[in-house]
């Protein structure tokens, strides 16, 4: 029997995230190639006539999928009945802005989304925050959106995990598919903390943990943690443009996941509203690794925390705690 759509809404849809987003929501990357889908468009006013040109493109490729498309430069005809909302709109910085002037004009923004979200979305709406800063602006649509669950709001780091596994991939010359649980905890910031300790690669000789494979501690602790962390400065030098493609595939993974579950042991990084777990305070929205299944993610708990890791989990905490109280002053 054929599925009911899902309404899959896409803010900052005529954006180069958007762009490469949509097609692969219509072509069932996201949900399943057997889930139709109805995708929401979302973008500024000034972006009208380019959000209609997408519109047009996604008409003409002819996605067996896709049972319709609703392009506004309203928040309420966007938002209304979405069951999956991806926000990739936000007000990127500029140069010469101040972090506050930044986390400003996103309170504004994710303020106004929020409202439209808790009036008009389906129940049990699920929430992916992809614009930075991603997990302080989730923190914010959580905030005016009470009635939407707080497990239901999370945020983009599954970019950062995926930079990880390619990144161990290329190490030890093995297919990305056979490295399994890298975590990224914290903020999707500089401060992240890309984490292999538990990670394992899948060989003929049958699972071997990651640290041994690699055997360079020096390049685990230093270089390849800075690679992650810049990696999204590096294709910004190297294309002059932001990453698009492999935030939206990564977006896709994370909702695909989210939904559909993850393999029988293996887990996957999301940034989640804290419960304290791995003495994280409460009420951050932080990467954490993760297990999901019937559409409800879990923190993976009980993982040996070293000393080294301590410092990093407490750093990047630290700079989420300073950016909650800098976007809670921008409400005042």
Request: with cysteine.
């Amino acid at each position: 029997m054929a599925k009911d759509p899902v309404r899959v809404l896409v803010t900052g849809a005529a954006g180069q995230i958007g762009y490469a987003l949509v097609p692969m929501i219509a072509r069932g990357i996201m949900l399943g190639p057997d889930q139709p889908v109805i995708l929401h468009m979302l973008d500024i006013a000034p972006a009208a006539e380019a959000l209609n040109g997408v519109k047009m493109e996604l008409v003409d490729a002819a996605f067996p999928l896709l049972k319709g498309v609703v392009a506004t430069t309203d928040p309420v005809e966007a938002c209304t009945g979405v069951n999956v909302a991806v926000m990739v709109g936000g007000f990127p910085r500029k140069e010469g802005m101040e972090r506050k002037d930044v986390m400003s004009k996103n309170v504004s923004i994710y303020k106004s989304q929020a409202s439209a979200l808790e009036k008009h979305a389906a129940a049990n709406c699920k929430v992916l925050v992809v614009a930075n800063p991603a997990n302080t602006n989730a923190l914010i649509l959580k905030e005016f959106a009470p009635s939407i669950p707080e497990k239901n709001i999370t945020c983009l780091t599954r970019l950062d995990h995926n930079r990880a596994l390619g990144q161990i991939s290329e190490k030890v010359n093995v297919q990305v598919s056979d490295v399994k649980n890298v975590i990224i905890w914290g903020n999707h910031s500089s401060t992240q903390y890309p984490d292999v300790t538990h990670a394992t690669v899948t060989t003929s000789a049958g699972e071997k943990p990651v640290p041994a494979l690699v055997n360079d501690d020096e390049w685990l602790k230093s270089g390849f943690i800075s690679t992650v962390q810049q990696r999204g400065a590096a294709i910004i030098k190297a294309r002059k443009f932001s990453s698009a493609l492999s935030a939206a595939s990564s977006a896709c993974d994370h909702i695909r996941d989210w939904v559909c579950g993850t393999p029988e042991g293996t887990w996957v990084s999301m940034g989640v509203y804290s419960d304290g777990s791995y003495n994280v305070p409460a009420g951050l929205i932080y990467s954490f690794p993760v297990t999901c299944r019937n559409g409800e993610w879990s923190i993976v708990q009980g993982l040996s925390i070293d000393e080294f890791s301590r410092k990093k989990l407490d750093l990047t905490a630290e700079e989420l705690t300073e950016e909650k109280a800098l976007a809670y002053s921008c409400l005042s």
